[in-house]
């Protein structure tokens, strides 16, 4: 049991190195919009670096993600959200190559997770994408067609390659 003011003993790395982080602090104060007017829906995927791909810093940009990257209602939320109140004018949707989320079928991981967590898992929803071209015109559309989203947005889809670091143009 933990109460309010100590972490479980697994985060104390994390804990050690957030403190040194916070030595040299700089963005006390910021006013948390995203300064260079863009915002990035990405998969959850630890070898995406949204910012760094992009050549942007903290402070630059709204970073939303989720298991392959998708447009949901969450996404589209953050993006009301981001476009009218957070400077947001460039919206990027960046699926990636050899995603898990392209690659199996919700049959399979439902049947991969249930055989890692040693219990049923065919009631837990994946959102997995059978065409990932074909997902990602569609919610490329999805944040076009939104009636709070102005034209005046930019919105692209491009496919990032985990291997070459390079984002490629597709929607
Ligand atoms: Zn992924």
Redesign the pocket.
């Known amino acids: 049991m933990n109460d309010d003011t100590t972490a479980p003993h697994g985060f104390d790395d994390l804990l050690a190195a957030n403190a040194a982080f916070a030595q040299d602090f700089t963005l006390g104060g910021f006013d948390g919009i995203a300064h260079r007017g863009v915002a990035v829906v990405t998969?959850?995927?630890s070898r995406i670096d949204p910012l760094g791909m992009i050549g942007l810093s903290p402070g630059d940009a709204k970073i939303f993600r989720n298991?392959?990257?998708r447009v949901t209602a969450a996404a589209l939320e953050a993006l009301v959200l981001g476009v009218h109140l957070l400077n947001v004018q460039r919206i990027l949707v960046v699926?990636?190559t050899r995603?898990?989320?392209a690659n199996h079928t919700e049959v399979e991981l439902r049947a991969l997770i249930g055989q890692k967590a040693g219990s049923d898992a065919s009631w837990q929803g994946f959102h997995v994408v059978a065409d990932q071209d074909a997902a990602l015109r569609a919610d490329v559309a999805a944040i076009r067609s939104h009636p709070l989203i102005p034209d005046t947005v930019d919105v692209g889809g491009f496919l990032y390659d985990v291997d070459s670091g390079l984002l490629e143009h597709r929607a």
């Open positions: 998969c959850m995927d298991p392959g990257g699926p990636h995603c898990a989320m």
